[in-house]
């Protein structure tokens, strides 16, 4: 119990069990330290020098020999407590300095983040990341079948987009559910054409300013994929804008 407690305080199990062993024996040579808790003493060394980092052990010399030894076990909290204090103040200079962060990231890197969704449970989680982006988007996707195997999301898209009044074109597969989307949702703001019937896709695409997401229905599979990367989802804005001068 004592040592998961020292764990949540950021001090690792070897460290706290070395600390444990300390207190128990009194001031001792790291030599004498390392034997007793079978740690070589190399180890032992690194370990001593995390603690003494912590402010959690003392060290002195005697008649040429390094002794350690823990603090005062009365101190211990008030240790803790300015470590959270430094790590608190820490925290809010980064805060403030974030913008600085932000002007030098790279946001243009060649090299995409990919994350992957499988299954519905994770699939739904990538949709529910989807509603938080507060962006407008470009979209081609199938609505029967996503009316039929997300049906809590079939609404809940073009309703939000209504709701917080973001710019949207998709390009929709046709079926009868197209033909209800379509009257339920166009607008000026959230724009909607329809595919000539003969083409069949059974997958959605999501492009947002600097992510694109690709879901992939089945009724015994369904995964998703999010890229990160500005350049590609720029490159998919200029393909859907060609795709979209395409039909009326």
Same mark, same amino acid.
């Given at each position: 119990? %004592? ?5 949540? /305080? =950021? ?11 300390? /207190? ?20 032992? #060394? ?16 005697? $008649?040429?020999?390094? #002794? ?16 959270? +204090? ?11 300095? /974030?913008?600085?962060? $932000? ?5 243009? $890197? ?8 499988? =299954? ?17 988007? #470009? ?14 999301? +079939? ?31 166009? &607008?000026?703001? +959230? ?9 069949? %896709?059974? &997958? ?19 995964? =998703? ?5 500005? %350049? ?17």
């Amino acid at each position: 119990m %004592i040592i998961k407690i020292f764990k949540e /305080l =950021g001090i690792e199990q070897k460290e706290a069990e070395v600390f444990l062993e300390l /207190l128990k024996l009194g001031a001792q040579p790291i030599s004498v330290l390392a034997k007793y808790t079978n740690i070589p003493r190399t180890t032992m #060394y690194s370990i001593i020098e995390r603690l003494k980092k912590n402010n959690l052990i003392e060290e002195f010399e005697r $008649s040429k020999i390094r #002794y350690v030894k823990c603090i005062p076990i009365e101190n211990l909290t008030s240790v803790f407590d300015e470590q959270m +204090h430094q790590k608190t103040l820490a925290i809010s200079e980064l805060n403030l300095k /974030l913008p600085e962060l $932000s002007m030098i990231e790279n946001k243009l $890197s060649a090299t995409p983040l990919i994350r992957l969704f499988e =299954g519905k449970k994770s699939v739904t989680k990538m949709y529910d990341e989807m509603l938080q982006e507060k962006q407008g988007f #470009y979209a081609i996707f199938n609505p029967k079948l996503v009316k039929t195997l997300m049906p809590e999301y +079939h609404f809940v898209i073009p309703d939000t987009l209504r709701k917080n009044k973001l710019h949207a074109r998709e390009i929709i597969v046709a079926c009868e559910e197209a033909n209800e989307y379509k009257s339920m949702y166009e &607008s000026i703001l +959230h724009q909607i054409k329809i595919f000539p019937k003969n083409i069949r %896709i059974n &997958s959605d695409t999501i492009i947002f300013e600097n992510k694109i997401y690709m879901i992939s229905y089945d009724k015994n599979e369904m995964s =998703g994929v999010e890229i990160k990367n500005e %350049i590609l989802a720029n490159t998919q804005r200029v393909l859907f804008e060609q795709l979209w001068s395409f039909f009326l």
